[in-house]
T-cell receptor
């Protein structure tokens, strides 16, 4: 099993650009989550999904969108990137405990 | 709004001492509680989970849960320099929310 795979690992965006952070898991977990972590802070929940076709907002959803068309994939879309979205993004799936990807470091300049 | 609060730290203890990390949560209906450890630049990793009131021990780690007080703690006995990290409390309903984390430094 590869576990939870996130791509890209690093990305620099210009203000106003859009991009998608990809997240794939091969463990057939129903629950998946997207978090952001700013320097020296904890994880803030952006969106989560309890199964294919079902998504819900977390604590900080503004400026982001998600979809969950399959159990495996849970992409996070950033529209009109802003400097405030500079952060490290973690995707995770849940089965008893959270299984994290390695993170995606995004810088918006 | 569901809240998860941790003592902000930073916390510094000498090697061999007991480190005590605390967490409170606002949703009285929460049922599952987790402690994660995160080294700088890495993903969080699970230390322990606890569902029932009382203590749960795993090696040098003890998690304590008091649902009436909406309080969960983590004790690290015989602290080692390798325990130096940020410790994150998480509370699960359908979502999974984290506290801000407590940075622990264990000094040799």
């Amino acid at each position: 099993n590869a576990g939870v795979t996130q791509t890209p690992k690093f990305r620099i965006l210009k203000i106003g650009q859009s991009m998608t952070l990809q997240c794939t898991q091969d463990m057939n977990h129903n629950y998946m989550y997207w978090y952001r972590q700013d320097p020296g802070m904890g994880l803030k929940l952006i969106y989560y999904s309890v199964g294919a076709g079902i998504t819900d907002k977390g604590e900080v959803p503004n400026g982001y969108n998600v979809s969950r068309s399959t159990t495996e994939d849970f992409p996070l879309r950033l529209e009109l990137a802003a400097p405030s979205q500079t952060s490290v993004y973690f995707c995770a799936s849940l089965h008893g405990e959270l299984f994290f990807g390695e993170g995606s470091r995004l810088t918006v300049l | 709004q569901k809240e998860v609060e941790q003592n902000s730290g930073p916390l510094s203890v000498p090697e061999g001492a007991i480190a005590s990390l605390n967490c409170t949560y606002s949703d009285r209906g929460s049922q599952s509680f987790f402690w994660y450890r995160q080294y700088s630049g890495k993903s969080p990793e699970l230390i322990m989970f606890i569902y029932s009131n009382g203590d749960k021990e795993d090696g040098r780690f003890t998690a304590q849960l008091n649902k009436a007080s909406q309080y969960v703690s983590l004790l690290i006995r015989d602290s080692q320099p390798s325990d130096s990290a940020t410790y994150l409390c998480a509370v699960k309903d359908n979502d999974m929310r984290f506290g801000a984390g407590t940075r622990l430094t264990v000094k040799p």
